[in-house]
Structure formats: structure tokens, C-alpha cells
């Protein structure tokens, strides 16, 4: 079955950066446009990034547009996201998600997520 796997959380200063990754496997990489996304404590997840099956296309939220980089490797069916100048506000859980779509544009629509790590921690300290 799909399985994802996400790492590289931790706790960092504000102004500090990180680099998540999401391993895949169980799937055909290519085949999915993939997103990052989040969840902080009693709020809703939200959706980071988005990027589509081979990296042509990716949306951010308005929160990370500037300060945020989501990223692929297909041949290591990898997804990625840099994060730079992080907040407070920028704390809570992280997850990748895949979505089946090879279209040139990202999903940018999450009930589309059918698939979904089990998260990584991001905490920012002020």
C-alpha cells in the first residue's frame, strides 16, 4: 500500500530554516501530484504547497509564499520542503500527502489527498 514517510522536523529559533522530506513508496511517484500541509493545535489543517507530478507547477499558501520552497525527486520519490525566515505561527505538524494526477497544473484541492504521511513536528520558538 502508499506509504509516506516524513522526517527532518525539529525545534528551531525564529528566523531559522528547515528542509522536510517525504519518502514514498507503494506507489508510482510520477503519478501523483503531491502537498505539503499542516495542523497546528485547535485550528484546522491548512494546505502549504502544493507541486504537481514532475515539478512544473506549485502554489503556496499566501502564510509561506516567499519563505517556503516545495520541491521533488522523482528518481528518489522524494518530496521536499525548504522552509526559511520561520514564525511561531509557523508551528504545528506537518504532512505530505499525494493526490493521483499527472495534469501539468498541481492539485490544489485537498479532499483530492487520499494519501497521508503521519506527520512531522515543526516547532519555532520567538
Known amino acids: 500500500q502508499v506509504q509516506l514517510v516524513e522526517s527532518g522536523g525539529g525545534l528551531v529559533q525564529a528566523g531559522g530554516s528547515l528542509r522536510l522530506s517525504c519518502t514514498a513508496s507503494?506507489?508510482?511517484?510520477?503519478?501523483?501530484?503531491m502537498a505539503w500541509f499542516r495542523q497546528a493545535p485547535g485550528k484546522e489543517r491548512e494546505g502549504v504547497a502544493y507541486?504537481?507530478?514532475?515539478?512544473?507547477?506549485?502554489y503556496y499558501a499566501d502564510s509561506v509564499k516567499g519563505r517556503f520552497t516545495i520541491s521533488r525527486d522523482n528518481a528518489k520519490a522524494t518530496l521536499y520542503l525548504q522552509m526559511s525566515s520561520l514564525k511561531p505561527e509557523d508551528t504545528a505538524m506537518y504532512y505530505c500527502?499525494?493526490?493521483?494526477?499527472?495534469?501539468?497544473?498541481?492539485?490544489?484541492?485537498?479532499?483530492?489527498?487520499?494519501?497521508w504521511g503521519q506527520g512531522t513536528q515543526v516547532t519555532v520558538s520567538s
Open positions: 500527502a499525494a493526490a493521483r494526477s499527472r495534469g501539468a497544473i498541481a492539485v490544489v484541492t485537498p479532499p483530492a489527498y487520499k494519501s
Open positions: 507541486i504537481s507530478w514532475n515539478g512544473g507547477s506549485a
Open positions: 507503494g506507489l508510482i511517484f510520477e503519478d501523483y501530484s
